[in-house]
């Protein structure tokens, strides 16, 4: 079974005055680290993640995710990375890549990560990551909640509200078949939907 690329987002501070520098939203990188390939280390951080958790989510939230890690926790790990490829990899309807979402395999699509890569460059925000075959596409979710923390909480919900019907399809696409990641996603989606009612 192939090892997903773990990424990681590397803040570069650009010259930008002192906008969008906050320290970043556990919210965010907590999602982020949940919706990535699940190996060792996350399994060893889970403890760490349960205590960021304790406080600053709303009750339902909190529930959630503590379900989630609950579950994570006792499911061997053979298991749950199967369950990741299945879901995630395997399952076109269930891609983390959201432009795939709206445009397929369509020309449009490139053009769609081009803008999304220069969205990030705009903010002093450089992608990297720690894989062998170079980094992940832009509009790969845990990347995106990976910039996402390092953007103000308004920001950073605004950035999302731009892919909320795609959120909203990709939850309702994983809730059909009763998959455990689907919560997750409602999360992300709730948390952007605030944006737009306070728009």
Request: glycine letters at 4%; aromatic letters at 8%.
């Amino acid at each position: 079974m192939r090892r997903r690329r773990r990424t990681n987002v590397e803040h570069r501070v650009a010259d930008h005055g002192d906008a969008f520098v906050k320290e970043n939203p556990m919210f965010h990188k907590i999602l982020s680290r949940l919706l990535d390939y699940p190996d060792e280390a996350l399994i060893d951080a889970l403890p760490e993640l349960r205590h960021h958790i304790r406080d600053g989510f709303e009750a339902t939230e909190y529930l959630v995710l503590d379900r989630f890690m609950t579950d994570l926790a006792r499911r061997d790990l053979t298991e749950a990375q199967a369950t990741y490829v299945l879901t995630f990899d395997l399952t076109p309807e269930h891609s983390l890549h959201l432009t795939h979402h709206l445009f397929g395999e369509d020309k449009n699509r490139g053009p769609a990560l081009i803008d999304l890569s220069e969205f990030y460059k705009e903010y002093g925000l450089e992608l990297t990551a720690n894989g062998e075959s170079g980094q992940e596409l832009p509009d790969f979710l845990p990347l995106m909640l990976e910039f996402a923390a390092q953007l103000e909480t308004d920001e950073a919900r605004l950035f999302l509200s731009r892919w909320n019907k795609v959120l909203n399809q990709l939850a309702t696409n994983l809730e059909t078949g009763g998959n455990p990641y689907a919560p997750l996603i409602r999360l992300i989606e709730q948390r952007a939907q605030l944006a737009e009612a306070m728009a």
